[in-house]
């Protein structure tokens, strides 16, 4: 065999080391709805190839993380929400092994009606000076609350359910207006509900707040990782504790009429980091996670 042949691998060899390979294309962003609603939930596709091993994918969207997981070999997926302020589009800003990309994600307005109800004087007057302190106290530790999910990692697996499977009284996104004088929009969903009716979780989670607080009365607050939780108001009695990790449909506490109502109900709220997101999206998901929460007991907030 002539010499040159011998060597001629090592020759094809030595010249693709010196020639970089061609960088990967850039991925593709979408989503799921194709036009979601102004605050609603969205779930951000982004399908990553062209990389020897799997690639680090993050992002952002209304300045919250988004908290990519693979769903398969190059294709990663994450949940979003879109706040109810927003515009006819918004940016979502997603990084793969450092490269960042932006696109636009258009978004639909989303059409309410307008309520007119009536409540205690003392929901609709200026606060005074020791009200003023108490809910400044409030929205502190709620903020708090809210920062912290994005560290909690996803302790869900099964589909979002609904935590009472009575009819809702009242939407999410509401206009409203108390006592003809204070209007706000009503950030949540209303299930009806006799005093004392059973509240159920709407997934696993761990609790991180129960308070009595001025405005949405005896209050749950849980923690689903991922930056994903979910709130129940105006309970009457609360059957579980801060720390607590709860199952999916478990009973958490009973309906009530506390704070700012017009009667017993159950208000239940959702949030995607700080962002308030109408809740029933939960239940409709387009995706959910193939690969399992951690098990039981697994981290710091499990107990």
């Not at 960042?100 to 307008?114: D, G, M, N, Q, S």
């Not at 709620?142 to 099964?158: F, G, I, K, N």
């Not at 696993?204 to 990782?225: A, E, M, P, Q």
């Amino acid at each position: 065999m002539p010499r040159f042949v011998r060597w001629l691998p090592l020759i094809i060899a030595g010249a693709l080391a010196g020639c970089p390979l061609p960088a990967p294309k850039p991925p593709e962003i979408q989503w799921r709805p194709a036009l979601p609603l102004q605050g609603s939930l969205v779930v951000v596709v982004v399908r990553a190839s062209g990389y020897k091993t799997a690639p680090l994918v993050a992002g952002t969207l209304a300045g919250e993380p988004l908290h990519f997981e693979p769903d398969s070999q190059d294709s990663f997926m994450a949940l979003g929400g879109i706040p109810l302020d927003t515009g006819d589009t918004i940016l979502v800003r997603v990084s793969v092994n450092g490269r960042e990309f932006v696109t636009p994600l258009p978004v639909a307005h989303r059409i309410v009606a307008r309520e007119e109800l009536r409540t205690a004087r003392r929901f609709t007057t200026p606060p005074d000076s020791a009200l003023r302190v108490r809910l400044e106290r409030e929205r502190l530790r709620v903020r708090e609350v809210l920062e912290r999910t994005h560290a909690t990692p996803r302790l869900w697996s099964m589909p979002f359910a609904r935590p009472r499977p009575s009819e809702i009284s009242s939407g999410f996104g509401l206009e409203r207006e108390f006592n003809d004088m204070l209007e706000s929009r009503h950030l949540g969903v209303d299930f009806a509900g006799r005093q004392g009716a059973a509240v159920r979780a709407a997934n696993r989670g761990v609790v991180t707040l129960v308070d009595d607080l001025f405005y949405s009365g005896r209050t749950v607050y849980i923690d689903h990782g991922a930056g994903l939780l979910t709130a129940y108001l105006h309970l009457s009695r609360a059957l579980v504790a801060e720390g607590d990790t709860v199952q999916w449909d478990q009973v958490i506490g009973q309906v009530g009429a506390t704070g700012r109502v017009t009667g017993p109900h159950l208000h239940w709220l959702a949030r995607y980091g700080a962002i308030l997101v109408d809740p029933l999206d939960l239940v409709t998901l387009p995706w959910t996670p193939s690969s399992p929460a951690p098990p039981p007991g697994a981290g710091a907030l499990s107990r």
